[in-house]
């Protein structure tokens, strides 16, 4: 009886564990790419496309770099985005790290090419074993300082390979990607 007992307890704490328990670390080491489009506040008729490839390389336990690049077209008009960075990466517990990086922001377009910088913060969390969720606010200096806000989601279809889509808001800017990753 009492071995019964105690294999219904454990049974039932192990399934009243959060999902969070089985979920592994976010990774930071991977390339994506895809879709991206550009969205001006100001003008709705104006909604520039394109591509954006980016990657994360872990350095150690806890640096990293980064590096994105986009491009956007629409009509006669092209626009390209560069990033190229550096962060730390702390872990908050077995499933989330926060982050903290600078970038080098470089923007080339028909109109005008200007360079500047960026700074972030940021927490990425595995909820379970194949979502993994992101949020992020910021600081980003090309032309004029604007704060930036970002979300995103991945899904994980296996260990390596994973869709996802972000949401970043620079100023009167907004810009949605949907990419494909490979984790390495």
Do not use: C, H
């Amino acid at each position: 009886m009492r071995k019964s007992i105690t294999l219904i307890a454990a049974a039932l704490t192990a399934a009243t564990l959060p999902l969070t328990a089985m979920a592994d670390k976010p990774d930071w080491r991977y390339v994506e790419g895809g879709y991206t489009k550009m969205d001006f506040d100001d003008n709705e008729s104006f909604e520039p496309d394109g591509l954006t490839v980016n990657g994360k390389y872990l350095l150690n336990s806890n640096w990293y770099l980064n590096g994105e690049y986009s491009f956007f077209e629409e009509g006669n008009f092209d626009f390209d985005m560069l990033t190229l960075g550096a962060g730390y990466r702390l872990p908050v517990n077995a499933t989330t790290d926060a982050y903290f990086g600078a970038n080098l922001e470089r923007i080339d377009g028909d109109v005008n090419d200007e360079t500047g910088y960026s700074i972030n913060a940021g927490l990425r969390s595995m909820i379970t074993e194949q979502v993994e969720l992101a949020g992020e606010v910021g600081y980003y200096d090309v032309d004029d300082g604007e704060a930036t806000f970002k979300v995103g989601a991945n899904y994980y279809i296996t260990p390596q390979w994973a869709v996802g889509a972000n949401y970043k808001v620079i100023d009167d800017l907004d810009i949605m990607q949907v990419t494909a990753r490979y984790a390495f």
